[in-house]
Structure formats: structure tokens, C-alpha cells
């Protein structure tokens, strides 16, 4: 395998650090050099650190909660071009494992050699990126859905089993951070604890699909006024096409009944030629069910239709009227010819 070269800092000791404002209801992250970190923090050069962000709160767990399939050397530039900061960090440290055993005295046997798929960088590739390979989301929809006064009491130990560096400073008011440097998952129950603390529960928006907070865990909630405004229209929608559906099949079965009731009524009364309304009435039907199709699909209205469906009765009535006639008119004819001798 070639040596890789992706476009990534190499760091010495890449960490992670993340604190909440509650005030604010925003969270922080940065990423970078631990001394550069905390100087950023405090509010001196940030521009050597590499991510220092601020975002809406609950913004990180989801970065987390966003699963991928197992990371290979040859993803390192895609996951660290990513705007998931969780990616952002595996990418990070993924190459600052590798730079530090590449060539190193420890390691002479894979000095020059296949770094990229050693078993010890793919151990900790996997430890690393174990928490998006969880299916987090899951775990924290369950644990929400069991108990939603604490949530985190459904997380094991093997989840737990963890650990994690504070810092703090005081920049406006002491402010507390949360700092990892391989091991994701105590910021993540860092955060859970919080916003459970706050009752705010991770819900996935059933309209646009979205993880977002909302104030409940179990009565499925809307992630936006946008999304609320599109769920009004579906409603309406569903309102509407429930309304015509009712009214198109009433329409085609009162007047097939309408067809059939006549064709019993002229077999009853003996009509010899009742053949022709039985035809007529096969037409009838073929020609509803295309129509009834129509108003379906949206190719017709459902007042054409019914109009339609009017004509049909009236043209029924005719049709009968026409075939009693023409039997009294034969029978007429019989009576008055004269006798045979
Ligand atoms: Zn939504």
C-alpha cells in the first residue's frame, strides 16, 4: 500500500473539548491541542485551534448519533472535510496515531512498512469510532422511552466504563469543559445528563426526519413551525382526498344499484327485450370504473363524475321507458291482428 498522505493536520495531542452555556442554550467545542485549547478558552489566540464552534445545545450527541460504516485510512480527508465534529476528531486522531507510530523506534517491524492496516492503528481505530458503530440513537430513544425522568439510568456499564478530563477558566462567569482525547462518550453523557437534568429528550421529526430536542420524550412533537406548517397541509390533504373518496365510490354504487334494480324490475315484468339494457348496463359499468379510476388518479373531478354519473340514471330511465314501450306496442299489434282461420 502507498504511503497516504491526506490534507490533515498532524497534532501531537489532538483532544476534544466541549461546555455548555446554559444561558445561552449553546454548547462549545474545540478541537486542537490541549495548551492551545485552553488558551482559546480563555479567550487568547483561538486561531490555533482547529474547530472552535459554538451551536444550538444537543448539536454534538447528534453529531454522534450519525452511524457509519467501518472507518478505513483511504476515509481520513472525507471524515475530516465533514461538518460532523465527531468525524472531524476520529480524523484528527486516526492520523495522529498513525504519524506517531509511522517510522517509530517501538515499532520497528512496521517501520516503512503497511502502517495504514497494522492490527494496533485498526484496534484503535475500532475503540475510537466504536460510538458511532453503536447505534447510539437507538440507545438513547430506548432509555428515553423506559424512563424519561432519567434516561441514563438504561445505560450500562459498558457504556460508562470511560473517563474524561475537566478544565476550567473563568472568562464571563466559571466555565466548566469536558475534554477527550480518545473516548468520546463521557462528553456524551456529559451532555445527556444535562439536557436531561433541563427535560429535553432527543425526538426524530416524522416529517422531515431530523434528531432534535423537544421538552418530551414520548408524545412524538414537530421539529419546526416550518415542519408544523407542512403537517397542517398533509392533514388537509388526507382530509380532503378521505372526503372525495367517500364521495365518488357513493356516487358509483348508488347508481350501479340504480342500473341493476331496473334490470331486476324488467326481467320481473317479463320484458322480452330486456338483452338491450343488460348490454347498456355492461357499457355503463366499464365506462364508470375508467371514469372512477380518473377521479382517483386526479385525471377527472369528482363533481364531473358525479354529473356524469346523473346522465347515466337519466339515460337508464329512458332506456327502460323506451324497451316497456315498444313490448306494449307489440302486444298492441298482436291483439289487433285479426284471428287466423
Ligand atoms: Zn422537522
Known sequence: MD????????????????????????????????????????????ASTIIDIERPIGSFVIDCCHQIAPVTMNQLNDLYKSDNLCFKFFALRIWQEYMSYQGSEKHPCIKNQDTASAPFLNGFIQNLTLLVHLSLESIIQKGQSVLSDSPLD???????????????NNKNGVQEYIVAD?????????SLRYLYGNHQYFQRCKICNRLFLAHT?????????ECRRTQRRLNKRKYDSIKKDIWYEKDYKNSYMYWYNKLGKLKKTGAVNYQSFEKAFHIFCMDARAKKRAVKNGGLSALSFNDWMITQKTKADQLVSQILEEQSRSIGSKSNRPAEQ
Open 3 to 46: 504511503r497516504i498522505h491526506p490534507d490533515i493536520p498532524a497534532l501531537k495531542n489532538c483532544v476534544l473539548a466541549f461546555c455548555i452555556n446554559a444561558k445561552k442554550q449553546t454548547e462549545n467545542v474545540l478541537i486542537g491541542e490541549l495548551q492551545e485549547i485552553r488558551q482559546a478558552a480563555k479567550g487568547l489566540d483561538p
Open 154 to 168: 438504561y445505560f450500562d456499564n459498558t457504556l460508562l466504563n470511560g473517563s474524561a478530563k475537566l478544565f476550567y
Open 182 to 190: 480518545a473516548d468520546l462518550m463521557p462528553v456524551v453523557l456529559y
Open 217 to 225: 420524550a414520548n408524545i412524538p412533537t414537530l421539529c419546526s413551525d
